[in-house]
């Protein structure tokens, strides 16, 4: 299976704090892919790393990529109340299509 | 552009009734995808057509049937919900290569209880 597995579950900072959460997978992939999803709508495409891509930057985003552990990291600077959603992972690879996990629940704090 | 559009947005229904989601996209994407969410849940996939014309079982398609009316619609069929159906369903589309996965993007969901 290509799914992603999101750790933590849940996390919980203060406003201006860094967020950071973790992907691992289990086949090899093409590229890495990580979504948003407020509470309630549907997920939105936050930030695409290929497989020849360590790290990547977008705004206040920052993704790394260690194939050799299979796993990735999504870094949200200054964190803002906006920013309280799911995200999730999904490994993108020989699959016609995406698999989900159960997402990292992410609460900003006022 | 509207991007990816559903309908309904919410629905209730009694077990044993039929009913279709509909969907729709504006990007000239080949390739649309159903899913659902249960709470506390990632999304699991229905089904897929990655071109018009083609449809294929994602991972959950017992009690689902689709169509790829065209290259804009793909729709979701319930030929007689049951209440574990009850999820919300999302469709989403992808546009560029086969085989070389960009981004998904996704309509606003439709919420689907089965009473």
């Known amino acids: 299976s290509q799914q992603g597995e999101e750790d933590p579950q849940a996390l919980s900072i203060q406003e201006g704090e860094n967020a950071t959460m973790n992907c691992s997978y289990k086949?090899?992939?093409?590229?890495l892919q990580w979504y948003r999803q407020n509470s309630g709508r549907g997920l939105v495409h936050l930030i695409l790393?290929?497989?020849?891509?360590r790290e990547k930057h977008s705004g206040r985003l920052r993704v790394t990529l260690d194939t050799s552990k299979k796993s990735s990291s999504l870094l949200i600077t200054a964190s803002r109340a906006a920013d309280t959603a799911s995200y999730f992972c999904a490994p993108s690879g020989s699959a016609r299509q995406l698999t989900f996990g159960s997402g990292t629940q992410l609460t900003v704090l006022p | 552009n509207a991007g990816v559009t559903q309908t309904p947005k919410f629905q209730v229904l009694k077990t044993g009734q039929s009913m279709t989601l509909q969907c729709a996209q504006d990007m000239n994407h080949n390739s649309m995808y159903w899913y659902r969410q249960d709470p506390g849940m990632g999304l699991r996939l229905i089904y897929y057509s990655a071109s018009e014309g083609t449809t294929d079982k994602g991972e959950v398609p017992n009690g689902y049937n689709v169509s790829r009316l065209n290259k804009r619609e793909f729709s979701l069929r319930l030929e007689s919900a049951a209440p574990s159906q009850t999820s919300v369903y999302f469709c989403?589309?992808?546009?560029?290569?086969?085989?070389?996965?960009?981004?998904?993007?996704f309509g606003p969901g439709t919420r689907l209880t089965v009473l």
């Open positions: 086949t090899s992939i093409n590229n």
């Open positions: 790393i290929r497989s020849n891509e």
């Open positions: 989403a589309s992808r546009g560029g290569l086969a085989g070389v996965f960009n981004e998904q993007f």
